[in-house]
């Protein structure tokens, strides 16, 4: 997908120890980007929908820009 440069996915397993919550059913995906956040979440929008169409509730779907230091007014109004 245009503005994607990479993705990394992971899926939930059972805990390694008992004190630890299980992650079994769940999966996340990181996309990697080369164009500004926003714009690709409008991109993206379309494949979200197709997998809440599967019956996959997202938890947390939305983008997010890099904290760079000594930057901090860069996203701010």
Known sequence: ?????????WSGAEPRHDRLETTAGLALTVCYLDEPPIEVAGRLAPELAVRAATGRTPLLAAPFEIVVPGQWDRHLP
């Not at 997908?1 to 996915?9: D, I």
Request: with cysteine.
């Open 1 to 9: 997908m245009a503005g994607v440069a990479g993705a990394w996915c």
